[in-house]
């Protein structure tokens, strides 16, 4: 197959449809039943974890085999633009394996933003079958995020991404050690900047690039800066934000149903708005309006 494949591509090859599809601005995550047979090649760098099963399987990349008992928490990892070959040798009932696509250019600008290197010095290596314990548990949540309308948000799906990037870099490419540490956190000028756009855009969706392009730095040093001038990782300052907002809409509009102020902060609906509500206040919406009101 000449064609590289995009994650729509593969999972319109597959012969039954994938059982969670997800999209985080760039990168793409697919839960899906192992297939008997595929050969292709992929436009972007593929991880994956077997979420469930236990089955031989035998995968070939550029003429080199590898073959053993695909288990849950097996790790593979295949470089982008490379063939490959895959066959289940047994069949397996209820197998599941997670699968996120990552960009060839998100690794590219990682390296040169981060380590300050040459992204055409620096090559990923083929992973069949290994053990990740990090990988494995963030594709489980990012899974779990795409199954249950991402109650953390789309800010940490965004962020966890980007930290695989990294992660498969410093793990699986041929440039060695990590990047250079950077300190201190955001100037009070960028971090206004920042906070304000995310409480004057709360019904929108609040993206990691933007915040990142506000504070002009990488999204690495973001993360970090942030944190340290904040407190809590950015993720979790939007949803507290947008609770905080929900609380106070909840007093002072009783007219306005839980669909219409979950639909103003941002959340994608009233049960969405509900689970963040009560694991922050321990009430429903209505519960809580009711109590401040009555």
Known sequence: MD????????SAALPAAPLVS???????????????????????????LQEAGNFRARQSL??????????SG???LVPATRTVTWERLDGCAGARAISLFVPAAVLSRVVSQDWDKDPQNVELEWRFLGRDPIAANLLTSLADEARDESPRGRLYAESACEFLAHHLIRRYSSLCGDPPRVRGGLTPRRLKI?????NENLARPITLRILCGLAGVSPRHFERAFRQSVGVAPHSYVLETRVAA???????DPALTIEEIAARVGFCSSSHLGSAFRRRTGLSPSAFRAMQLG
Request: aromatic share 10%; net charge negative.
């Open 3 to 10: 064609q590289s494949l995009t994650p729509a591509c593969f």
């Open 22 to 48: 997800a999209e985080w601005d760039i990168f793409s995550l697919r839960s899906v039943e192992p297939p008997p047979h595929f050969t292709g090649k992929f436009a972007d760098h593929v991880l994956t």
């Open 62 to 71: 550029g003429g080199r085999p590898a073959e053993g008992m695909c288990q």
């Open 74 to 76: 097996c790790v593979g």
């Open 194 to 198: 920042v906070t304000e756009y995310i």
């Open 246 to 252: 929900a609380r106070r809409l909840l007093i002072s």
